[in-house]
């Protein structure tokens, strides 16, 4: 069993949409959430990290976690076609980066 | 991509040759981290550093070495590609550790035929 399960996808959309992104996770000591975007052919960067559960809200961008059911979230509101991108989440424990386990990846396409 | 470099950029090699890639960052951050990126299995570390000529092993170092004489450079050696080794690499440099975000550079895309 993989640590992080994402769905990759691919998953379109009209502009204008609510876009969820969603990972699951099978180790409970994973403390810090983080979601990268990853336009094709670049580095991934990263858009939000959250510590724990609970929400957090950047612009049109909210993070979700949920520890009892070892389930995060991404929320994309008012969707746009430069957010077509491939979504990662990553995780990790106490311990520090070189612990830093990722999802696959879930293809988005905004289309206009 | 936060002042860091990968080189080459695409590469093309035979099973058997040796290929190194380098990671150059203008940062001055002391963390250095190399992942390799497939599909089906996302992003996986395969050897980081922690200052120089200190480093450690990833998930999946095996086939792999790494080498850091300066703050700025970070080398990943394949002494003996294999077609398993075909993929993407990153090279990703963070302040700390426990920091919650890595810079990544722009990737190498490396083919073993």
């Known amino acids: 069993q993989k640590e992080v399960e994402q769905d990759p996808g691919p998953l379109s959309v009209p502009e204008g949409a609510i876009v969820s992104l969603n990972c699951t996770y099978s180790n409970s000591a994973f403390q810090y959430f983080m979601w990268y975007r990853q336009y094709s052919r670049k580095g991934p960067e990263l858009l939000m990290y959250t510590y724990s559960s609970g929400n957090k809200e950047d612009g049109r961008f909210t993070a979700q976690v949920d520890k009892s059911s070892k389930y995060i979230s991404l929320f994309i509101r008012d969707s746009q076609p430069s957010d077509s991108a491939t979504y990662l989440c990553a995780m990790r424990d106490q311990t520090g980066a070189n612990n830093l386990f990722f999802g696959t990846g879930t293809r988005l396409t905004v289309i206009p | 991509d936060a002042g860091i470099t990968q080189s080459p950029r695409h590469k093309v090699t035979e099973t058997g040759t040796p290929v190194t890639l380098r990671c150059h960052q203008t940062e001055n951050h002391r963390y250095m981290y190399w992942y390799r990126q497939d599909p089906g299995h996302g992003l996986r570390l395969i050897h980081y550093?922690?200052?120089?000529?200190?480093?450690d092993k990833g998930e999946v170092s095996d086939g792999y070495s790494v080498s850091r004489s300066k703050t700025e450079d970070f080398l990943l050696t394949l002494e003996s590609a294999t077609s398993s080794q075909t993929s993407v690499y990153f090279c990703a440099i963070s302040e700390s550790p426990t920091y919650n975000e890595q810079f990544f550079g722009p990737g190498t895309r490396l083919t073993v035929l």
């Open positions: 550093s922690y200052g120089v000529k200190d480093t």
